[in-house]
């Protein structure tokens, strides 16, 4: 893991309201995602404006503003809560004085100091990699000085490249290893999907209680704090079901606002985990004054992912810490604490009624020399008839999914 800074950076935030969300609660959000990166947020500025200045996002009134306050508190770095261009951000550091980076590249930063596999670290480099590309312009000054602060700062410990070509030979090299381990995390998925394996997604907004979720339920160690992001890579565990059924759980990235597009391709390999879950879990924090909001933004994405049909089990967790438990109608709404245990019978049982059944009915003509497997399924399953014929046995049963596999080539029809 990278190394964390000396001291806190002094950190001003800056946003521009143009009408379009409650720029407070997005500062709120954004000073929560600078504290995770290691930053004392010392300040915050925003200005009501019809449209982003072409040159430097805010007026050149507001500019001289941030200046001044810049230089009276001490601030080491800005942190505008929108993307910016080269032009601005080149324009906006010559007039401040300090470095200025963007929200896109606080998150980015954020990701390459969680992020643990190989395949998290490359994402993360990559990503960074195709955003700092284009602002180079702007930000070859600030990369060059800033020495390890946030937005310079790469997966592990290194220093994000400045050199044009370099970035490029790099992006190119990160796209070939990464092309490799989609292709394995495909095999991956197409073996689990023949064994039958049942997976479940947990996902939500970020730092709503998902990894503990997962280590309540499953005793797993995943990294659970009171952080955005505190889960990058997926983290998977075995659950066992009231019906003996075992399934993956698995965590996910949190969600938040406005999490621009690239950034989602950039992580398919946490969010592809939902895209071919056989339920998701979406988990919200039911005493969040924004908690309306925040499952707003993860029913957003799941639909920006594809998932219309994959079913959904709204999960309100933080459930204790409420004098009484609010009237939640419907099958596919569960309350829980994480923390405590609470309602995680119910969530079990939900869990086990919404997943599609155990077993599928089949009909089979399995041949004489694999006496094994007719063994086998009449243990495993249950063999509604049976006829001899001169090519083996014709069987009608109920077969748990995850034995399908075995019967490949035998399978003469289903329902």
Request: charged residues 25%; hydrophobic residues 40%.
């Amino acid at each position: 893991m990278p190394q964390p800074l000396s001291q806190p950076q002094r950190v001003i935030l800056v946003a521009v309201d143009l009408g379009e969300y409650d720029v407070e609660v997005s500062l709120d959000e954004l000073q929560e995602l600078a504290s995770t990166a290691g930053a004392e947020v010392v300040g915050r500025l925003w200005q009501r404006r019809q449209e982003f200045d072409k040159a430097t996002c805010i007026g050149a009134g507001r500019v001289a503003e941030l200046r001044e306050y810049a230089k009276n508190l001490e601030a080491q770095l800005v942190v505008f809560d929108h993307e910016l261009g080269a032009s601005q951000l080149r324009n906006l550091e010559r007039e401040v004085g300090v470095p200025v980076i963007d929200r896109t590249m606080l998150i980015l930063d954020i990701f390459a100091q969680r992020a643990v596999t190989s395949e998290g670290k490359l994402q993360v480099e990559l990503a960074q990699q195709r955003y700092l590309l284009p602002r180079l312009a702007g930000l070859g000054e600030s990369l060059s000085r800033l020495g390890g602060g946030i937005g310079t700062r790469g997966p592990g410990e290194s220093k994000l490249e400045s050199d044009r070509r370099h970035i490029r030979r790099r992006i190119q090299s990160l796209e070939r290893k990464l092309a490799a381990l989609s292709a394995r995390r495909e095999n991956m998925r197409a073996r689990r999907k023949k064994t039958g394996q049942l997976i479940v997604a947990v996902v939500g907004y970020t730092n709503v209680g998902k990894s503990t979720l997962l280590n309540a339920l499953t005793g797993a160690q995943v990294l659970s704090q009171d952080k955005l992001f505190a889960t990058l890579d997926p983290t998977a565990r075995a659950l066992a079901l009231p019906d003996g059924r075992e399934v993956l759980l698995i965590d996910t990235v949190g969600f938040i606002r406005r999490l621009p597009h690239h950034l989602i391709e950039a992580f398919k390999s946490t969010l592809e985990v939902a895209a071919t879950a056989d339920l998701i879990l979406n988990v919200c924090d039911i005493t969040s004054p924004q908690s309306d909001e925040q499952l707003r933004v993860s029913r957003q994405l799941l639909l920006e992912l594809g998932l219309r049909d994959t079913p959904i089990l709204t999960v309100y967790n933080k459930c204790d810490r409420l004098a009484a438990l609010p009237e939640v109608f419907g099958r596919d709404t569960v309350l829980i604490s994480a923390r405590t245990g609470m309602g995680f019978e119910d969530l079990l049982a939900a869990i086990a009624r919404t997943l599609p059944p155990a077993q599928q009915q089949v009909r089979l003509l399995i041949p004489y020399e694999s006496g094994a497997l007719l063994a086998e399924l009449r243990r495993e399953g249950k063999v509604l008839s049976e006829e001899y014929t001169d090519a083996g046995t014709r069987v009608v049963a109920l077969a748990p999914k995850r034995l399908l596999y075995k019967f490949e080539g035998m399978l003469i029809g289903e329902s």
